[in-house]
Every structure is written in structure tokens, then in C-alpha cells.
């Protein structure tokens, strides 16, 4: 079970209520500013699954 409250962030975090999923992403992939820094690299996000998940818009 999760409980998801909102505060200070970036699009790095996803929770989706109905497949009860939450997905996260590395903000900083694909930013880089160097020659050397864009090779290609593999950011997959990360997901995790639940048994339930509450966002700020349930009822305690």
C-alpha cells in the first residue's frame, strides 16, 4: 500500500491508480551538455507495482 502526498518536484514521478503503478525516471537522462556526455545511454524508468495506491485527492 502507498500513500502519495504532492510536493516540491520534477516530472521525475508517475502514479497511476487504476494499474496501481508507480514509475520512476531519472530527470537528469537525456540533459547532456558536453560531446562527451551524449553518448547514448539507456535511462529505463523504474516501476513498482502495489496493492493500492491513495493520492491527495482520497479520503483518509
Same mark, same amino acid.
Request: aromatic share 8%; no cysteine; proline share 5%.
Given at each position: *500500500? +502507498?500513500? /502519495?502526498?504532492?510536493g516540491e518536484g520534477g516530472s521525475f514521478f508517475n502514479a497511476d491508480k487504476r494499474k496501481k503503478q508507480? %514509475? +520512476?525516471?531519472?530527470? @537528469? =537522462?537525456? &540533459? @547532456?551538455? %558536453?560531446? $562527451?556526455?551524449?553518448?547514448? #545511454? /539507456? =535511462? #529505463?524508468?523504474? *516501476? !513498482? #507495482? !502495489?496493492? =493500492?495506491? !491513495? %493520492? $491527495? $485527492?482520497? @479520503? &483518509?
Amino acid at each position: *500500500m +502507498l500513500r /502519495v502526498s504532492s510536493g516540491e518536484g520534477g516530472s521525475f514521478f508517475n502514479a497511476d491508480k487504476r494499474k496501481k503503478q508507480v %514509475t +520512476l525516471v531519472d530527470p @537528469s =537522462a537525456g &540533459q @547532456s551538455s %558536453t560531446v $562527451e556526455d551524449r553518448r547514448p #545511454a /539507456v =535511462a #529505463a524508468p523504474k *516501476m !513498482f #507495482a !502495489f496493492d =493500492a495506491i !491513495f %493520492t $491527495e $485527492e482520497d @479520503s &483518509q
